[in-house]
Nanobody, 125 residues
């Protein structure tokens, strides 16, 4: 069973930065997609940044391109989301998600079957 544990959320002023971490365990393959979704109040969950580390395929939502960066530390089975130039529109609960043997459709949360508990990111204006 894949387990995902997020950390790093918090409150930051507009223009600031945060880094989220997701510690993953339980994968039985090196071929998996892992990344970040977010859900703001009253809105649907949306894909933010997702990667398949074995293929290096990545998905970035248009709204975060140039501001957010995903990276992985394979030895630690950890994926990071560096978020820069944050705006109030980035306020949401951020979830780490993963799916084995997935290399397409990264933006769709329905394709992912492992989820972390979520971490709140609040950006004040």
């Amino acid at each position: 069973e894949v387990q995902l544990v997020e950390s790093g959320g918090g409150l930051v002023q507009a223009g600031g930065s945060l880094r989220l971490s997701c510690a993953a365990s339980g994968f039985t393959t090196d071929d998996y997609a892992i990344g970040w979704f977010r859900q703001a109040p009253g809105k649907e969950r949306e894909g933010v940044v997702i990667i398949n580390p074995s293929t290096e395929n990545r998905y970035y939502a248009d709204s975060v391109k140039g501001r957010f960066t995903i990276s992985t530390h394979n030895a630690k089975n950890t994926v990071y989301l560096q978020m820069n130039s944050l705006t109030p529109e980035d306020t949401a609960v951020y979830y780490c998600a993963a799916k084995a043997r997935l290399n397409y459709g990264f933006r769709y949360p329905s394709l992912f079957d492992s989820w972390g508990q979520g971490t709140q990111v609040t950006v004040s204006s």
